[in-house]
């Protein structure tokens, strides 16, 4: 067998299993098996970055995706569950909305990438192996974020300023992030009133202060 | 990549190829558990020491040295319980996801260098590395952290109230200690201008003066910051929270037994060889001797032993020994670790929540803004400032630059 053909078999390894667990996450009902099918999708995504040698983007997939946001997402959901496994069931009115969106998704994201010139005509014989430079480090990415290009610097002689960096785009990210955390946070609030301070803090803070002696540091 | 191309020549390709990816991979799976089974007994060794006691004599011998295997043979025939209540998946995947983190994390932590004498020399032997990655430090880092997940899942499936607290007070800690860590390690990044933990390494070659621990006050500091917020991101006493044996009966396996408690086992002590020898590697001089043991005994290249045998066995050489010196500053990295477990008492929850966010973050954050100022006033010296920066010690200041003008020193 060729050589080249072999990057073949991981690929469809780790693309089956991202796919796999990517469906498993929509048929699941338990939030925490969610949790675990999303992270062995998000793992599997990774790997397939670092497949293609695109090292920096498979471990910031790793670290922010699969090591932040899964594990803060279960640690909410152990903060917030009020039974002890927690079952999702959707309505089926809910459901078709669903099915309807996520499909009109997937047809955009679709047309979208077929349109790229030059997947369409992916032929079936071995490809070039991937040989990835000695250049090709996380800097220019680093620099490039914070508005530097090292790959497109100003040409002074020509008059031409450098090719712009992703500071904005990088900053307008954030700003949509901390949007959508507020707005989590207020999806979240309790939803009933506590009733007003009186007599139950009143009731309670006698207990509280029979409390603190006992269970204070013995050391 | 040097397995695949020596095998190449005397085997099918598919089958070389096979063998070039299966090859690191039995080592390491080599290592960890052969290193949990090592380092067990050494556990039990350091502990009784510590507490006036002898801990294994029999089992193997004057010293105990088959206790681990004895251990393993009980826990192998013991039965495997789950409570009735477990939520039996996610019970059952727990252990592996633990112990797939740990492994995984080994991939990218390199055991030998490129034995080169002068800068830009063409590398010898290939660094003894799973897979060299240029931004190798940040996966190790990313993938030490997913290690939580597995104790997540273990203490959510459980259905136990004991579990349950143990997790969660892990997922805390971790999450929290990420931060401190991160800051400690990104000095040895500035200070190489690399996340290549191979670039990082060869940077500290010559001798001991050479090391970032001694590189100036800041990363002196950096050095007990790090050993803090590594121990307790592999959960040790006295961060063991999760355990907490006193208040939670085991934390987050208490409802494991047998073979699946081992794996937890099995992954604790493997990502302690991991944070170990990343220490070593990022602080200590990684691969090399604190004396330069390999230029005395002429190993690199234009030296006398490698004028005789050539300079490729000696560089191969020159990488085994480099790999037997990491291992053994891992080793001490632990031994330190075990030390502390036994000699420390455990940290109430909040004591570890004060230690993280009001000493462990700034402390580390001041560091790396002390350690860059440094660099920036007194620039290419090492030894506190005392000596200037060896020429023979690669350093990658701006990689896109220094590898178009020197192809040949950051090749892989």
Known sequence: MDPSVWPGAPFLLLATLACASAVAVVLSYNVVRMALYLIVCLASTAGLFLLAGADFVGVTQLMIYVGGTVVLLVFGVMLTSQAQYVRMKAAPHELALAALVAGALLLLIGWGALRVEGWNAVSSGPVAVFNPEPQQTAAPIGLALMGVRPDSPPNAAAGQPGAAGYALPFELLSIHLLVALVGSAYLARAKKRVPSAGPTIGAASPRTQIQTPTSGPTS | ?412
């Not at chain 2, 060889?273 to 330069?292: C, D, E």
């Not at chain 2, 008492?345 to 909040?350: A, E, S």
């Not at chain 2, 440094?374 to 400032?385: D, F, I, K, S, Y």
Request: proline content about 5%.
């Open chain 2, 1 to 412: 990549m040097s397995v695949a191309r020596y095998l190449d020549q005397l085997l099918p390709a598919w089958l070389a190829e096979l063998l070039s990816i299966s090859l690191p991979l039995a080592l390491l799976l080599g290592l960890m558990a052969g290193g949990a089974l090592v380092l067990i007994w050494l556990e039990r060794k350091v502990a009784a020491r510590v507490q006036d006691r002898l801990g294994p004599t029999r089992v193997g011998g004057g010293f105990g040295w088959l206790q681990t295997l004895a251990d393993g043979i009980k826990l192998l025939s013991k039965e495997d319980l789950m409570p009735g209540g477990a939520d039996g998946l996610l019970f059952r995947a727990a252990p592996y996801v633990s112990m797939m983190a740990a492994f995984t994390a080994m991939l990218a932590l390199p055991f030998s260098g490129s034995c080169a004498a002068t800068a830009g020399a063409e590398r010898l032997a290939n660094p003894f590395v799973g897979q060299q990655l240029n931004v190798g430090l940040y996966f190790v880092l990313a993938v030490l952290g997913l290690e939580v997940f597995g104790v997540v899942l273990a203490g959510y499936s459980s259905a136990s109230k004991w579990s349950l607290f143990g997790a969660m007070r892990e997922a805390a800690q971790v999450v929290s200690y990420e931060v401190p860590l991160g800051f400690c390690l990104v000095v040895p990044v500035a200070l190489a201008g690399s996340m290549d933990l191979v670039v990082i390494g060869d940077l500290q070659g010559g001798g001991f003066w050479n090391w970032n621990v001694l590189h100036d006050p800041f990363t002196f500091i950096t050095v007990w910051v790090y050993g803090a917020c590594a121990t307790a991101s592999v959960n040790r006493a006295p961060f063991d929270l999760a355990e907490a044996e006193s208040e939670l009966v085991a934390g987050f396996h208490t409802e494991y037994s047998g073979l699946r408690w081992s794996f937890f086992f099995m992954a604790e002590y493997g990502s302690m060889i991991t944070v170990g020898v990343l220490g070593a590697i990022l602080f200590f001089g990684a691969w090399h001797a604190p004396v330069p043991v390999a230029w005395g005994l002429g190993l690199p290249p234009g030296g006398w032993l490698s004028s005789i045998v050539g300079d490729t066995a000696c560089a191969l050489l020159c990488n085994a020994m480099g790999a037997a010196t990491v291992l053994i500053k891992g080793l001490l990295a632990v031994v330190v670790m075990m030390w502390v477990r036994w000699t420390l008492p455990r940290l109430r929850i909040d004591q570890v929540m004060t230690t993280c966010l009001k000493y462990c973050t700034p402390l580390a954050a001041s560091m790396f803004v002390g350690m860059v100022l440094w660099q920036a006033l007194l620039p290419g010296r090492v030894l506190m400032g005392a000596l200037p920066h060896a020429p023979s010690n690669q350093r990658v200041e701006e990689p896109w630059r220094e590898a178009s003008a020197h192809p040949e020193t950051r090749a892989l």
